[in-house]
């Protein structure tokens, strides 16, 4: 039963991360309706940025967000700009193929840069815990936790609450009419590709105390992310947080009662199970 | 036996009711025209019809067979076809080859679908546009090859969405010479058409639609007369 | 006056002439590139060809569901892993011979194909791109993970092939040379392949899909056994590449033939580079694309070909900072061609043709 909590916990503190990266991904298919293939590489930079500014400067990651995050927003909205937003005619397979394209191009830059050997980040606490309710925490995990709980909350703040925000919900529910009542269509996508990356981005400063970062560690955040977002509802936030959440859980859950090199097979599978229930997610629309 | 039997067919979307206790058939060899303002559920009928919805009530009956819930492509092989109301060409493929999909689902042989194909595409007058990409037509032969096509796979029933549309008075009254000449050959047709003059020349009965629900149903002239139907339309007197 | 059209890419575009002479040039490539190991037998150039002649049997394979029936898999490894496994283990644990290998590669992959098919086939757009992803993933963690059956990430060292004795003749594959043939035979029946779907009902029907899922529907196409019969030979196709590459590398480890930058990504960027859908867009994409790539991963081959002279600082450089460049050059041609040009070479070229041809004739007087 402990062994159940812990890792139910482990799974929620994790999820809380992903819900990030899911939250991300899919504001950017919610505004422009583009399935953005190289989201994890996005958290992949943030891992090394966040990696950089720990080793060079000593800074630790989670102020180094100070950094990160508006870092990958200015990058993402670059993409956005010079790449992304060009192919808004094209085909939607071909505009999925171009984000793909920038993922490997991404993750094989870092490759140059970095080359692929496995950085660590290991900062005093990275190997500490904490007991809560009797349940043992990694303390860097809750941090993680901690902190995405308050950039989600903040983000919500943002779209319920400011113009920028709501300007981002309704460009994500009707363009066209969006475009009649005077909101800068392609600024909104700039700031939701920005707003997306930066998301990414922290959540990879977030993670970088306890994951190993190499250039193709984004693919399986990739993946996740769609993951996520599938189950939830392309577009919808609230749905991209349960389903991190429940992203979280099911792989921590997964780890432990099957096999800790197969957590992700299990996600994976459980997702295209999912798929061919509801084709549009659990909580998509379903099709006649 | 009708050849079509629409019965208390209704289709709910969330709370609204698109179609509503709908009932009217369609007997063999005479064209119906289905009319109704926007938004009175004509299309979502079609859609019910042809399988791309499951009504939530009701059942339609084809031949005498129950067709609600079938797939559209086993209602198109059992003798249904349909075009659609926003045209949908096969954009890269040419128009010859567009109608040749339909039909290859008269005939297996590739050849034979060309011939059936090149015939079609007299009967709606494209021959001479024939090797052209479809993306690249106008919005009138759009229309005749949408026509075109559905007619290649070989239907008994053709339901015809708006054809009318778009369409300028030498186009439009080119596809209603098309349309009768399908009925004088033996073709039932349901139409779905705003253009009323279209409808009442060439209908032999009308059945109007509102909010989802059947209005009235009758021959033109009785249906011109309704008064709920006036009112729908018009306004109240 | 419309824009200019995206190009018409069906089977009935070239004329009976155009189409006759493509194949007498095709026949009489074939018969060239077949008399070249006779001419040359240095083992470079001979590599190249098998390279490439995979890359055209793969992207060809690929083509049948992506380029004609217009479903974008990303996943296609999952078969290519599946045929390299299945032949490689059925040698190495019951000593069957790749004769036989291969078509057990070519059935194990078709059968992989209906299931990842049923899942897959009925998602559309990104959906479908994702679940491919996520089944070519499945298969590589579960590959990696029971080790006991598969080796897992320490991989096969597959033997060499055993002599293979016909009536008449025994062919022993050791060298370059008989892997040159057989691989250029199975390139030569990928493209036939795509060549005979094209222009058969199947093709029709599967090009209806391409263009509008629903309005094919409507005309009475079976959507799922239309897709899934592509998908089968196209799985069948790219299984056997993989048995060949494992017959051919003599080793396979789960993240080389289930990795998706390294053969689901290339499968669909030779095709997209060519021309999706067309029959020549695979041999195109292969021939401009294999080059750089290999050039990349191993420059020493340019100056085996005497491309480059001997001791040349370029190779130095490559080595040292771009051995794990052709990656980053897909990446960018990815982004490039589906800006610029996303009906591939074939496609711009057509353009090219054709403003060329539209340019001399007067305009038309005012109506």
Redesign the interface.
């Known amino acids: 039963m402990i062994l159940f909590l812990q890792s139910l916990l482990s799974g929620v503190l994790m999820g809380g991360v992903y819900a990030l990266v899911g939250i991300g991904l899919t504001l950017v298919f919610g505004v422009m309706r583009i399935?953005n293939?190289a989201h994890g590489e996005l958290v992949m930079l943030g891992m090394y940025l966040a990696w950089f500014l720990f080793t060079r400067l000593g800074w630790d990651p989670y102020l180094s967000l100070v950094v990160v995050a508006p870092a990958l927003f200015l990058w993402g909205a670059l993409l956005q700009a010079a790449?992304v937003g060009?192919?808004l005619h094209?085909?939607?397979?071909?505009?999925?193929?171009?984000t793909?394209?920038?993922?490997?191009?991404?993750?094989?830059?870092a490759?140059?840069a970095f080359t692929?050997d496995y950085r660590i980040l290991t900062t005093s606490y990275s190997s500490s815990g904490l007991q809560v309710l009797g349940l043992s925490v990694s303390e860097p995990m809750l941090a993680a936790f901690l902190v995405a709980v308050g950039v989600t909350a903040g983000l919500y703040l943002f779209l319920l609450r400011t113009d920028t925000g709501r300007a981002i919900r309704a460009t994500a529910q009707d363009r066209e009419a969006a475009q009649l009542m005077g909101i800068d269509v392609r600024r909104m996508s700039l700031v939701a590709f920005g707003l997306g990356a930066a998301l990414a981005g922290t959540a990879g400063a977030l993670v970088s105390p306890t994951y190993y970062i190499y250039p193709q560690v984004g693919?399986a955040f990739t993946?996740k992310a769609?993951?996520i977002v599938?189950l939830g509802g392309?577009g919808s936030v609230v749905g991209a947080t349960l389903g991190g959440l429940l992203v979280g859980v099911t792989e921590s859950l997964a780890a432990v009662y099957v096999?800790s090199?197969?957590k992700?097979?299990v996600v994976?599978?459980l997702?295209?199970l999912v798929?061919?229930a509801r084709?549009?997610g659990l909580l998509g629309k379903a099709r006649? | 036996m009708a050849l079509l039997e629409i019965r208390h067919l209704s289709k709910f979307f969330g709370g609204l009711a698109a179609n509503a206790d709908v009932s009217f058939s369609v007997e063999r060899g005479t064209i119906v025209g289905l009319v109704g303002p926007n938004g009175a559920g004509k299309t979502t009928l079609f859609d019910c019809v042809t399988g791309f919805h499951r009504p939530d009530r009701g059942e339609v009956r084809f031949r005498g067979i129950r067709i609600n819930g079938l797939s559209p492509a086993r209602v198109c092989r059992l003798g249904l076809a349909r075009t659609w109301q926003k045209v949908r060409p096969l954009a890269r493929l040419s128009v010859l080859d567009n109608v040749v999909v339909g039909a290859l689902t008269r005939t297996r042989r590739v050849e034979a679908a060309r011939d059936l194909a090149r015939e079609e595409l007299r009967v709606v007058g494209l021959s001479d546009r024939a090797g052209v990409a479809a993306g690249t037509l106008p919005v009138g032969e759009r229309k005749k090859l949408e026509l075109a096509r559905a007619l290649a796979t070989g239907p008994e029933l053709l339901l015809v969405d708006e054809v009318l549309g778009g369409l300028n008075p030498t186009e439009s009254e080119e596809v209603v010479e098309v349309l009768l000449a399908l009925r004088a050959s033996g073709l039932t047709l349901l139409v779905i058409e705003h253009d009323m003059r279209a409808i009442m020349r060439i209908s032999d009965r009308v059945v109007v639609l509102d909010s989802g629900e059947k209005l009235a149903e009758g021959t033109p002239a009785e249906v011109v007369e309704d008064r709920e139907v006036v009112a729908a339309y018009l306004g109240e007197p | 006056m419309l824009a200019p059209p995206p190009l018409p890419a069906s089977a009935s575009a070239p004329r009976a002439g155009a189409r006759a002479a493509g194949t007498w040039l095709a026949a009489a490539a074939v018969a060239l590139l077949a008399l070249f190991p006779v001419l040359v037998a240095r083992p470079y150039p001979l590599h190249m060809g098998v390279v490439l002649f995979l890359a055209v049997l793969e992207a060809a394979a690929w083509n049948l569901v992506g380029g004609i029936a217009g479903q974008y898999s990303v996943g296609h490894a999952v078969y290519f892993g599946a045929g390299a496994y299945a032949a490689v283990m059925l040698l190495e644990r019951l000593g069957i011979a790749p004769w036989w290998g291969i078509w057990a590669a070519a059935l194990c992959a078709v059968l992989l194909g209906l299931v990842v098919g049923t899942i897959t086939l009925r998602l559309r757009g990104p959906y479908f791109v994702l679940a491919s992803i996520a089944a070519a993933e499945v298969a590589r963690l579960a590959v990696l993970h029971f080790r006991a059956f598969t080796h897992g990430a320490q991989g096969f060292v597959v033997a060499e092939p055993p002599v293979l004795r016909l009536p008449g003749l025994s062919l022993t594959f050791d060298g370059k040379r008989p892997f040159y043939y057989l691989t250029l035979a199975l390139a030569v029946l990928a493209v036939a392949v795509n060549r005979a779907v094209l222009r058969s009902r199947l093709g029709y029907q599967l090009l209806a899909v391409r263009e509008d899922q629903d309005a094919a529907h409507s005309l009475g196409i079976r959507l799922s056994l239309v897709k899934n019969q592509a998908l089968a030979i196209s799985a069948a196709l790219t299984g056997v590449a993989g048995a060949v590459f494992a017959g051919y590398s003599r080793f396979i480890d789960p993240d080389t033939v289930f990795s998706l930058t390294d053969v689901s990504v290339p499968m669909v960027l030779y095709c997209l580079a060519g021309g999706a859908g067309t029959v020549e867009g695979p041999v195109v994409g292969a021939l401009l694309l294999v080059p750089v790539s290999e050039a990349l991963r191993n420059p020493r081959g340019l100056v085996s070909l005497g491309l480059l002279p001997a001791g040349s600082g370029v190779v130095g450089f490559v080595e040292r900072h771009l051995s794990q460049a052709h990656q980053l050059v897909y990446g960018l041609l990815l982004v490039l061609i589906v800006l610029f040009a996303p009906e591939g070479v074939a496609g711009l070229l057509r353009r090219l043709l054709r403003r060329s041809r539209a340019r001399p004739r007067p305009a038309p007087p005012p109506a």
């Open positions: 399935v293939f790449v060009r192919a094209a085909l939607p397979e071909n505009q999925m193929l171009l793909i394209g920038l993922g490997l191009a991404m993750s094989n830059a490759m140059l692929a693919g993946l769609f993951v599938v392309m096999a090199d197969l992700e097979l994976y599978s997702f295209l798929l061919v084709p549009s006649a």
